[in-house]
């Protein structure tokens, strides 16, 4: 298939650029994959789509304050965004400069994009592709994010983070720091969500996936087989693998809250050991699989996320999850309806079509 196939016109005031007051107030389009219905919904009556066999796993991943500006020594300002953090206490990050740093050079941690330097510094050890390896040479990565970092808001966003940002691009049971970006189908959940899936019974999981910034980069390829995908740290625990047994046990359907959770669950698939049961074995590490047409899913079952870009790999993922013309066929309506889009936008609950 071409990247042109997954093109869809997107007016612009459609793109989100707040979050709504409360959470779970977002509108909900349900895409049935093995019929093709579409149905409009609120987010709130999303426990009317689940059974209390289910089981919904999660991504508990924690947005970092992954944004920091700086100061080369020669003067030369530059912004940072940290896209892994190391065990030895190294990052691996983006630089924008007018300049590229030297490797040896230090950049001093400023206040926003300001020239006022601070006593917090880091050293540059080199480049890895198109990233930089840093490592801090007085302070932490930890005091330079607590202190001088920002919310890295997606690109989309046109606008300046904000305090309102740390909370809501957020989910309410993050608790795993490294990602720069969120897994916003979870963004939709608020506490009283949360204490309404408990009260049905319905079970959950949680899976971890630090989402990289690569998550917001263009297919470049004509061919979507051609694409590589950025690699992310994922971890599926045995706690998680139980959860999934003990749903297959009773005829309930997994249920993979943002498309981070689905990548996760099918990594676990398809890099590990599957069970005769349709149960993966525990997975622990890198993962840049690419869900596109065709492709096999071998645990989820059933899916809540947001509505991606155009030509994105998260629609191809979609698309490969529900069907081509089943997915393209609910954007056009999702537009047509006027659905706010991306990050802060609206959400989808998709069943798996077994015949795309």
């Known amino acids: 298939m071409k990247t042109k196939d997954f093109h869809f016109d997107l007016p612009p005031h459609l793109i989100a650029q707040e979050p ?74 983006q630089i924008r400069a007018s300049k590229s740093p030297k490797e040896g050079s230090l950049i001093f941690i400023t206040a926003d994009d300001s020239s006022d330097i601070s006593q917090l ?122 959860a999934i047994e003990r749903c297959r046990a009773r005829g309930g359907r997994v249920v993979a809250v943002g498309t981070t959770a689905v990548r996760s669950l099918e990594t676990a698939a398809q890099l590990g050991q599957l069970r005769s049961t349709g149960v993966p074995d525990p997975f622990v590490g890198d993962s840049d699989i690419f869900l596109y047409p065709g492709s096999e899913f071998q645990v989820v079952d059933a899916m809540i996320t947001n509505f991606h870009l155009p030509e994105s790999t998260l629609i191809m993922l979609v698309a490969a999850f529900a069907g081509y013309e089943e997915t393209m066929n609910a954007y056009r309506k999702a537009v047509a309806k006027a659905y706010r889009f991306f990050s802060y936008g609206d959400a989808m609950f998709v069943t798996r079509n077994t015949r795309s």
């Not at 689940?50 to 924690?62: I, R, S």
């Not at 390896?133 to 989309?156: D, K």
């Not at 980069?217 to 087989?225: K, Y």
């Open 20 to 93: 709504l007051v409360e959470r779970s107030a977002s509108r909900l389009l349900c895409l049935d994959g093995p019929t093709g219905q579409v149905t409009h919904s609120q987010f709130v009556t999303l426990l009317e789509q689940l059974n209390d066999t289910d089981l919904l796993v999660f991504n508990n991943t924690k947005v970092m304050s992954a944004r920091l500006y700086g100061q080369k020594q020669t003067g030369g300002r530059v912004e940072i965004l940290l896209e892994r953090l190391h065990s030895d206490g190294t990052a691996t990050a």
């Open 121 to 242: 510094s880091l050293r540059v050890l080199g480049r890895e592709g198109s990233f930089f390896r840093l490592a801090p040479e007085t302070g932490t990565l930890e005091e330079m994010m607590r202190q001088f970092g920002h919310i890295p808001l997606p690109p989309y966003i046109d606008r300046a983070d904000t305090l309102d940002d740390r909370d809501r691009y957020q989910t309410v049971y993050a608790s795993r720091e490294g990602a720069v970006a969120a897994p916003t189908a979870g963004l939709h959940f608020d506490e009283a969500m949360l204490a309404g899936l408990v009260s049905k019974g319905i079970e959950r999981a949680f899976v971890t996936l630090h989402v990289g910034a690569g998550t917001f980069q263009p297919v470049r390829v004509d061919v979507i087989q051609d694409h590589k995908m950025h690699s992310e740290w994922i971890e599926v625990d045995q706690d998680c693998i139980d």
